[in-house]
């Protein structure tokens, strides 16, 4: 195969949501970012996941490369929010490829794009997700508010002497009648 010295390679990963099935459960969760299924025909669309760049050592023939993807737990993350409402099966993710390949042969270096049609699809196990939340997140999650929504809610617990966070929100779910 002809020699590589390097590609500089960008990936977009995609979810590609309306390659699965899902649970009534998993429904009613994804209804904040679907609404209901009846309009899920016209709602349910790819959406971003993550952005990278990496650099890739020269090689002859093929060769293979870690990518490092950052993930979060951040309800207000469209696809962070998808993932936490599926309960088993797979994520559907699309991996796009671009970016600039350098070769060297007898006459020097050149230069080219990686094409535009370079990409693949991996099935992510809803499981290794779960997992990975787990270790960095251990039966916790995230959620993003106002300055003046925290400083009520800390007004809250502290009038009530609510000794945690979780305290603070069940007695108000509890109070809202959301929660036993």
Known sequence: GERIHA???RCQFRVEPARRRYTAEEAERLFDLFGDTSRWGDTVKPMQFSNLAVMVQGFTGSTEVDLPVVCTYDMEVAAAKYFHSLDDGEIPLLLLFSGTVFTKGASGFSVEPVPW?????YR??????DE???????????????RDTLDALQRYKARRALPTWDHA???LLKEAGEQG
């Open 169 to 171: 929100l069940e007695s």
């Open 132 to 146: 990975m939340m787990d270790q960095y997140f251990p039966n916790s999650a995230w959620i993003r508010m106002h």
């Open 124 to 129: 992510l196990p809803v499981r290794v997700w």
């Open 7 to 9: 590609i500089a390679l």
């Open 117 to 121: 049609h370079k990409e693949c699809t």
